[in-house]
């Protein structure tokens, strides 16, 4: 057995979604919406097997779909990708970013890691034979500073795995922080590799800013993007990676012996998505703004404690004002004694855990919101 997996634990997303089903208890626990997604582009991954071709598609990723990456980036963040040389289309993004990790890490090689941090990141890091180092953010802001990052970088430093925006925080990094970010990669000769899938799911009137089109960071920049996100069909696993040619030859080595390929019926699908007009992706936004803010307001009125969420589809809220100390025996009450499901956000650290806050995914539909406020309402305090 191979320690690195054998010794982890269940995950906490399947110890809450456990008692989530034993219990009947609302999930809020598990990123996904309860939305089945848009029906046109159902549709067409529909017509795509029924119509299509359902052999091996290119190993890059159709070139449709490749040319509809690279037209959909100019458009929403203004950067100039070769369809041809710069995009690979990979099963998910989590099979890119293994594929990453693997293309760029030798081993004893140093990573950098933001904690919390999706839950993949780890393992997968020391299954590349990586050194994780660790940057602890901390609430309410979770932002960057140059003192953190010092400690973390060194002159092993060879990849930064940075995550915008950040889940479970629902942070939106800001252009300071991405300009000290670039800063420390060119200082140390590091490739940054950037979980950006929630680029599309930011609210109040934010942008997002990839660091691929900052400044001295084209060549030394992979940018991982998803399809699942984008378009809240999170069981489609069709994941956009872009770098330079350098970068992406090797990338691509990786690719070939992992899946080799994505359904070209769900590629076909994606491309026609990516072409939606500007009234899809401002409404996506806008409905899941108006839930967070539902979930917001009536958490709020419970005397819970919200922390700001600026993108994603989850919030946090920091319970030491209730007087809890313990998240994790916090969500284990929470789904057994009042039949909803939350995440403990200290299961997303690796070393500086913060033990006071949890995270809700507000992206389900107005009555299942406000039946997980009804059982909220009957909490017993400690």
């Known amino acids: 057995m191979n320690p690195i997996f054998s010794a982890l634990p269940t995950s906490v997303f399947e110890v809450m979604s456990q008692l989530a089903r034993e219990t009947g208890a609302i999930n809020l626990g598990q990123g996904f919406p309860d939305d089945p997604g848009p029906e046109d582009v159902r549709r067409k991954a529909a017509d795509a097997v029924i119509n299509g071709w359902n052999q091996y598609p290119p190993m890059m990723g159709l070139p449709e779909l490749r040319q509809a990456v690279a037209s959909h980036y100019k458009r ?27 293309a760029l890490v030798a081993p004893g090689d140093e990573v950098v890691l933001f904690e919390p941090m999706y839950d993949a ?49 629902a942070t939106v990094f800001s252009a300071a922080d991405l300009d000290l970010l670039a800063d420390f990669c060119v200082r140390h000769d590091a490739i940054a590799v950037c979980d950006e899938v929630w680029e599309h799911v930011v609210f109040d009137g934010h942008r997002h800013v990839p660091v691929l089109g900052r400044p001295d960071m084209r060549e030394r920049t992979v940018k991982i993007s998803s399809a699942g996100k984008i378009f809240s069909l999170t069981g489609w696993k069709v994941g956009f990676v872009m770098a330079a ?39 996506m936004r806008a409905d899941f703004q ?34 809890e100390a313990d998240d994790v025996d ?20 690796a070393e500086g855990a913060v033990k006071t806050v949890v995270r809700f995914c507000f992206a389900k539909r107005d009555e299942t919101l406000d039946g997980a406020l009804e059982r909220l309402a009957a909490r017993k305090p400690r």
Not at 86 to 98: D, F, L, P, Q, V
Not at 295 to 307: E, R
Not at 334 to 340: F, K, S, W
């Open 121 to 169: 990141y780890v393992p997968l890091v020391r299954r590349a034979g990586g050194v994780p180092k660790f940057v602890t953010l901390t609430p309410p802001h979770f932002g960057l500073t140059e003192e953190a990052l010092a400690k973390a970088f060194s002159p092993k430093t060879r990849v930064v795995l940075f995550n915008n925006p950040l889940n479970p925080t």
């Open 330 to 349: 916090f969500c284990r009450r929470l789904v057994i004694e009042n039949g909803v499901a939350a995440i403990p956000v200290s299961a997303f650290y």
């Open 76 to 102: 929403w963040q203004g950067l100039d990708l070769d369809a041809d040389r710069e995009i690979m289309i990979t099963s998910g993004a989590t099979e890119a970013i293994a594929g990453a990790l693997m």
């Open 245 to 283: 040619p350098a970068i992406m030859r090797v990338l691509a080595k990786a690719h070939q012996y992992i899946t080799f390929t994505t359904p070209p019926n769900l590629q076909s699908a994606v491309a026609y998505g990516l072409g939606k007009d500007d009234g899809y992706f401002d409404g």
């Open 290 to 323: 108006r839930s967070r803010d539902r979930f917001t307001a009536g958490l709020q009125n419970l005397g819970f404690s919200v922390l700001p969420s600026a993108g994603t589809y989850f919030l946090n809220v920091d319970i030491a004002g209730l007087g």
